[in-house]
């Protein structure tokens, strides 16, 4: 794995988790839970659930110059894709690309407009990551 596919990785976990954190912000509890696991280090993972293990979910894997997405939506139903790391498009819209599908097949019930609020509010939060803005 290249050293510029990990540090993309760490910066688009860092925009997927403040996404999720403004998408509990937004519905005022805790709707989501991430976690990052790099026991691993060929294949660091990034993880959503929703709650019980039958719910939706989101696994996304970096495995050398892609991100493998494994997902399960509400109806129990699961899917897997996976995109290269392209110049061409820049971390938080990596990031909100790997989301968005998921988001919109698990959680058709919430408002489309409380979603992008979410996403708006997590894209102009300031980020930790030395040398990029939010």
């Given at each position: 794995?290249?050293?510029?596919?990990?540090?993309?990785?760490?910066?688009?976990?860092?925009?997927?988790?403040?996404m999720?954190?403004?998408?509990?912000?937004a519905?005022?509890?805790q709707?989501?839970n991430?976690?990052?696991?790099?026991?691993?280090?060929?294949?660091?993972?990034?993880?959503?659930?929703?709650?019980a293990?039958?719910?939706p979910?989101?696994?996304?894997?970096?495995?050398?110059?892609?991100i493998?997405?494994?997902?399960?939506?509400?109806?129990?139903?699961?899917?897997?894709?996976?995109?290269?790391?392209?110049?061409g498009?820049d971390?938080?819209?990596?990031?909100t690309?790997?989301?968005?599908?998921?988001?919109e097949?698990?959680?058709?019930?919430?408002t489309?407009?409380?979603a992008?609020m979410a996403?708006?509010?997590s894209?102009?939060?300031?980020?930790?990551?030395?040398?990029k803005?939010?």
């Amino acid at each position: 794995m290249s050293a510029q596919s990990l540090e993309r990785w760490t910066r688009i976990v860092a925009v997927m988790t403040r996404m999720v954190g403004a998408y509990n912000v937004a519905f005022e509890r805790q709707v989501l839970n991430a976690d990052e696991d790099r026991s691993d280090p060929d294949r660091p993972t990034f993880t959503i659930q929703t709650g019980a293990d039958a719910s939706p979910s989101l696994s996304a894997s970096l495995e050398g110059p892609l991100i493998c997405v494994r997902s399960r939506d509400a109806r129990g139903v699961s899917c897997a894709t996976e995109f290269r790391l392209s110049p061409g498009r820049d971390d938080d819209q990596a990031a909100t690309y790997v989301l968005q599908q998921w988001m919109e097949r698990c959680h058709p019930t919430e408002t489309k407009s409380t979603a992008d609020m979410a996403c708006t509010m997590s894209l102009n939060a300031p980020t930790t990551t030395p040398g990029k803005s939010g």
